[in-house]
């Protein structure tokens, strides 16, 4: 259409739009230096249209066309904008459906005016009688078109929601980035505020540490990324897939969309169904009812196939207890009191609790043992906490069969932080 409406505001002599245009007195119009220059080349002046003569005093200004020339150059330039805005925002490659000129039959070099529903073609009036179609259905291309273009306002809605979810979990997925690199750079000042303390000897250490921490983020980060750009790819896909579709239905040349249906339509439509939500085309027994197979079938979400990778930069004991597991590294030449649990004596038969209450051996095989088979002995400690981060250590020797159990509330979960031999670390708040 903008095509057509170009060619009215052109100068038959410049091929250009109008610029100062006069009339002659065959009404055939042209720029004012385009007719002074034909004037001047020529010895016999002649409209360059239809040959008849005039005068230099012919001319006339002529203001009205003048006046439309910047009116459709305006709106031309505001359809462009409106184009590229939709290209743009469909994402980057995406091919806008082009409208063809009129076409015509290769055959008879008649316009095709008629849809063959049998056939799923364009024909022209001719073909139409031809043996090559005959006991055919035929619809002419507007009503043909219309059905077609409805099965695409679905795909449409669809990948318009699609898009939107996936710029949102952009959004989100970025958001989650800033916020591992944020905490990545509260745990980096916490790792040096807790290494001031002894930074003298410690600086080797700190910086092992540091670059623990930049491997945790630079990897936790790569996946996000990845992450983002598989849904940044997924997005792209979505808005040229979507960019087809609104180009299609903003047509308004039903035989050119029903070409692009027969040749493309049909299989792009298909392609976004999930194949497990629509029957098999052995079930569909008309055109009619495959186009509500069509409608009823689900399509492919490309949502529900990528998940939003969360912020779970983690430290493990380097976070929570690092002062104390270098600490450990400095008992080579740094000899603390260590803060030991007293172990509680429970006067059982088979355990005998040291007079410090620091170890506890066993005595006997036999004791209770004798009468209760499934009984275990038991020694207790008393100290208890509400809240904050804890850690402990149990040496149990060279016993193989010791548990070790710890009373949680049933909101929490035991973390094994160390322990020196085989042993059982086990939640026994069930078992009250």
């Given amino acids: ?14 091929v250009g739009d109008f610029t100062d245009p006069v009339s002659l007195l065959c009404d055939h119009t042209f720029c004012r230096q385009c007719i002074s220059n034909h004037s001047q080349s020529c010895r016999l002046k002649l409209c360059p249209e239809c040959r008849r003569p005039y005068t230099m005093w012919d001319l006339r200004s002529n203001r009205v066309l003048r006046n439309m020339v910047h009116a459709v150059r305006e709106h031309l330039s505001e359809q462009q904008a409106l184009r590229d805005g939709n290209v743009a925002a469909c994402g980057a490659g995406a091919r806008v459906f082009e409208e063809p000129e009129k076409l015509v039959c290769s055959d008879h070099q008649e316009r095709l005016k008629l849809f063959c529903e049998t056939d799923q073609k364009l024909v022209c009036l001719i073909c139409r009688d031809g043996e090559r179609h005959q006991g055919h259905t035929f619809k002419p291309v507007e009503q043909a078109a219309e059905p077609r273009k409805n099965l695409l306002l679905e795909p449409l809605s669809f990948l318009s929601k699609e898009n939107e979810e996936l710029q949102a979990l952009i959004k989100k997925q970025t958001n989650e980035i800033s916020k591992t690199e944020e905490r990545s750079r509260q745990l980096s000042a ?12 410690l600086r080797k250490k700190e910086e092992e540490v540091k670059k623990m921490l930049a491997k945790e983020e630079k990897d936790m980060i790569e996946k996000m990324k990845r992450n983002r750009a598989e849904i940044e790819e997924k997005l792209n896909d979505g808005r040229e897939q979507e960019g087809i579709l609104r180009s299609v239905l903003e047509t308004d040349q039903p035989d050119g969309f029903l070409q692009w249906w027969s040749e493309k339509g049909l299989d792009f439509v298909e392609e976004m169904k999930e194949k497990e939500s629509c ?9 009619t009812t495959y186009y509500i197979h069509l409608l009823c079938c689900r399509f492919k979400s490309a949502v529900k196939s990528v998940n939003l990778t969360p912020n779970s930069l983690f430290l493990g004991l380097h976070e929570t207890h690092l002062q104390f597991l270098v600490w450990k590294e400095m008992l080579s030449f740094i000899k603390p009191v260590p803060d030991r649990n007293v172990i509680h004596d429970c006067h059982d038969p088979y355990l005998r609790v040291s007079s410090d209450g620091r170890s506890i051996i066993r005595t006997s095989k036999k004791g209770i043992f004798l009468h209760h088979k499934d009984y275990r002995p038991l020694a207790r400690t008393h100290k208890t906490f509400q809240s904050g981060q804890h850690y402990w250590e149990v040496d149990v020797g060279l016993l193989i069969t010791t548990s ?6 049933y ?3 035991p973390d094994i932080l160390s322990h020196k031999h085989t042993g059982k670390i086990k939640d026994k708040s069930h078992d009250k």
């Fill in 1 to 14: 259409m903008d095509s057509r409406l170009s060619k009215q505001i052109q100068c038959s002599v410049c």
């Fill in 190 to 201: 916490q790792i040096s505020a807790q290494f001031e303390e002894i930074h003298q000897f």
């Fill in 279 to 287: 029957c098999e085309n052995n079930d569909i027994v008309s055109q």
């Fill in 404 to 409: 070790i159990y710890g009373l949680f509330p």
């Fill in 411 to 413: 909101t929490l979960s």
